[in-house]
Structure formats: structure tokens, C-alpha cells
């Protein structure tokens, strides 16, 4: 059975950094697509970042809201996923998940499967 955990949230003023990180157990390699969501209050969530390992490569997607900013990585022999974080903004105060599924659209919360419980980022200005 897979689960994911997220830590590494906090408050930080807007310019800050935090690093995100979410532990996975259980994970099944044929799962192409590894994201990171973010729901703030009131809002859809919203795909942040992802990486998709199926046919021959990898790619990695990210929303134009944070293109430049964040940088997804992952580490297999550690089971872990990362989403570095930079020059924060007060409009990146949400709760973020990771999240793994077949991925037929990066973005679509609906293509993935197992998430976590999230982990809450507040920046304030």
C-alpha cells in the first residue's frame, strides 16, 4: 500500500524559501507521475509541479504561477520527493500535498491516485 508524507511547511516572510519534501512508502514504480498540489482557502487545488517517468524519459512540468521559482526533484534510493521553494509570495500560502497517479494530465488532481495529508506553507508579506 502506498503513503505518502509531507513535511517541511512553515510561515515565512514573502522572499523566503522553504523545502518541501514527502517520504513515500510502499511506492510502486510503474506509477508514471509524481506531483505537488496546493489548496488555499476557498480554492480548487492547483498542480504545482510534477515529474512523469513513463516511456523512456523524464519530464518535468510546472505551473506558470511558480516557473522559476520552485524546483521539483526526487531521490528513488530514499523514497523521497522535493519541491525547493524560492522567492515566496504571499499568494503561495496554501496547503501543499504530494501526490502519486497515472497522470494523463499533470495538473488534473483527478488523475492521482494516493496523496497525502499535506503540509501547510504561510508567507506573509
Known amino acids: 500500500q502506498v503513503r505518502l508524507v509531507e513535511s517541511g511547511g512553515g510561515s515565512v516572510q514573502a522572499g523566503g524559501s522553504l523545502n518541501l519534501s514527502c517520504e513515500v512508502f510502499?511506492?510502486?514504480?510503474?506509477?508514471?507521475?509524481m506531483g505537488w498540489f496546493r489548496q488555499a482557502p476557498g480554492k480548487e487545488r492547483e498542480g504545482v509541479a510534477a515529474?512523469?517517468?513513463?516511456?523512456?524519459?523524464?519530464?518535468?512540468y510546472y505551473s506558470d504561477s511558480v516557473k522559476g521559482r520552485f524546483t521539483f526533484s526526487d531521490d528513488r534510493t530514499k523514497r523521497m520527493i522535493y519541491l525547493q521553494m524560492n522567492s515566496l509570495k504571499p499568494e503561495d500560502t496554501a496547503r501543499y500535498y504530494c501526490a502519486l497517479g497515472p497522470c494523463i494530465s499533470w495538473s488534473s488532481a483527478s488523475d492521482y491516485n494516493y496523496w497525502g495529508q499535506g503540509t501547510q506553507v504561510t508567507v506573509s508579506s
Open positions: 515529474l512523469y517517468t513513463g516511456g523512456s524519459g523524464r519530464t518535468t
Open positions: 510502499g511506492l510502486d514504480y510503474r506509477i508514471p507521475c
